[in-house]
T-cell receptor, first 115, second 111 residues
Framework: GAGVSQTPSNKVTEKGKYVELRCDPI?????LYWYRQSLGQGPEFLIY????????DSGLPNDRFFAVRPEGSVSTLKIQRTERGDSAVYLC?????????????FGNGTRLTVT | SQQGEEDPQALSIQEGENATMNCSYK?????LQWYRQNSGRGLVHLIL?????REKHSGRLRVTLDTSKKSSSLLITASRAADTASYFC???????????FGEGTQLTVNP
């Protein structure tokens, strides 16, 4: 595909459940980012991968949140014991090199609703 | 935490008018970027200005950067209804690799 693909586009889950959100970046992009966006707010940084490793995970709000990128391409954001406050749009972005040398290309996001 | 603050939060203009949005930030940066977001969609990169640049143009877009005031502005000339969207500034701080976004300006261009 030509762009960043995120699945599912919508996810409704019950409080306390576990969810996985998937991101397929643009082929060849080494940098991958996860952001969270609440209604009417700007995207909030969660984690940044350079290749397979998390170069900066300081935005993850607590230990219920975890992300992996085992082969340096697809990434999965995992949320354990979901809470209603986790409801938001989770955005994934990739860039060719990272560190601002190339722009971020965003997917359309996964809208997570925790009931 | 949000680094950038956009001003105004909302802007409504008529087609053909110019739209100016401002962004202020707090720390030293490598570059500042502007993104656009249509409702329900991801963000789209518009323009990047490096910390050693003062002004940049791209089509109907003009971006300025004043590092002494830690501020930037985005000017959209001859606006069109299709420019209706939210606009975000984002900064890459010198201390790290993350891109930090502001709260955005919601621009409405009335036909």
């Amino acid at each position: 595909g030509a762009g960043v693909s995120q699945t599912p586009s919508n996810k409704v889950t019950e409080k306390g459940k576990y969810v996985e959100l998937r991101c397929d970046p643009i082929s060849g992009h080494t940098a991958l980012y996860w952001y969270r966006q609440s209604l009417g707010q700007g995207p909030e940084f969660l984690i940044y991968f350079q290749g397979t490793g998390a170069a900066d995970d300081s935005g993850l709000p607590n230990d219920r949140f975890f992300a992996v990128r085992p082969e340096g391409s697809v990434s999965t954001l995992k949320i354990q014991r979901t809470e209603r406050g986790d409801s938001a749009v989770y955005l994934c972005a990739s860039s060719l090199t990272g560190r601002g040398r190339s722009p971020l290309h965003f997917g359309n996001g996964t809208r997570l609703t925790v009931t | 935490s949000q680094q950038g603050e956009e001003d105004p939060q909302a802007l409504s203009i008529q087609e053909g008018e110019n739209a100016t949005m401002n962004c202020s930030y707090k720390t030293s940066i490598n570059n500042l970027q502007w993104y656009r977001q249509n409702s329900g969609r991801g963000l789209v990169h518009l323009i990047l200005i490096r910390s050693n640049e003062r002004e940049k143009h791209s089509g109907r877009l003009r971006v300025t950067l004043d590092t002494s005031k830690k501020s930037s502005s985005l000017l959209i000339t001859a606006s069109r209804a299709a420019d209706t969207a939210s606009y975000f500034c984002a900064t890459e701080e010198t201390s790290g690799s993350r891109l930090t976004f502001g709260e955005g300006t919601q621009l409405t261009v009335n036909p």
